[in-house]
């Protein structure tokens, strides 16, 4: 048990769909990621919140839309996305936004953009 | 830009033999590293970090990893591979520049024979 769940774990949109995905973190921690993980690909950064104040856009294009209502929840709305979109999204948690510090991962959401 | 490389893809073991797979870095200043593994089905987890102290430290299940300042790199070794190892394993690099940030490499995928 990783402390940081995702729902959905599998997504499948089309190019006009609205949808979100949700993470929940149980540990009490103040930092929140998004991270798009592509085959044969680093593991990309998007966003970073700290005590729900967003302080890291990794130039993330504006179909993706974070948001952050309190420590432990962060979304990622989705909206007219394109096909090479589809990736693993990873949330994490670290009990501060300071890189120094563990991060905890989620398991993640398939997405497939048809 | 900073930057990680894994050199190995995917490498392939048979059971006892030893590992080690290459993780080198570009940035020239202060930096806390990391590998992170992924168990097939389960989300990424830390498998060790290094901040300052001793360049060689060691991790959960017998593997460690040592921190040559001078060639930019933090390999991870283990003396004698199991089955269980059988995953895909990630170095990442935080700067003091980019405090929040942590960069990972893209990934080797690590297959061992039983």
């Known amino acids: 048990e990783t402390g940081v769940t995702q729902t959905p774990r599998h997504l499948v949109m089309g190019m006009t769909n609205k949808k979100s995905l949700k993470c929940e973190q149980h540990l009490g921690h103040n930092a929140m990621y998004w991270y798009k993980q592509s085959a044969k690909k680093p593991l990309e950064l998007m966003f970073v919140y700290n005590f729900k104040e967003q302080t890291e856009n990794n130039s993330v294009p504006s179909r993706f839309s974070p948001e952050c209502p309190n420590s432990s929840h962060l979304f990622l709305h989705l909206h007219t996305l394109q096909p090479e979109d589809s990736a693993l999204y990873l949330c994490a948690s670290s009990q501060d936004r300071l890189g120094s510090y563990e991060q905890y991962f989620g398991p993640g959401t398939r997405l497939t953009v048809t | 830009a900073q930057s990680v490389s894994q050199h190995n893809h995917h490498v392939i073991l048979s059971e006892a033999a030893s590992l080690e797979l290459g993780c080198n870095y570009s940035y020239g200043g202060t930096v806390n590293l990391f590998w992170y593994v992924q168990y097939p089905g389960q989300h990424l987890q830390l498998l060790l970090k290094y901040f300052s102290g001793d360049p060689l430290v060691k991790g959960i299940k017998g593997f460690e990893a040592e921190f040559i300042k001078s060639k930019f790199s933090f390999n991870l070794r283990k003396p004698s591979v199991q089955w269980s190892d059988t995953a895909e394993y990630f170095c990442?690099?935080?700067?003091?520049?980019?405090?929040?940030?942590?960069?990972f490499g893209s990934g080797t995928r690590l297959s061992i024979r039983p």
């Open positions: 990442a690099v935080n700067t003091y520049s980019s405090a929040s940030k942590i960069i």
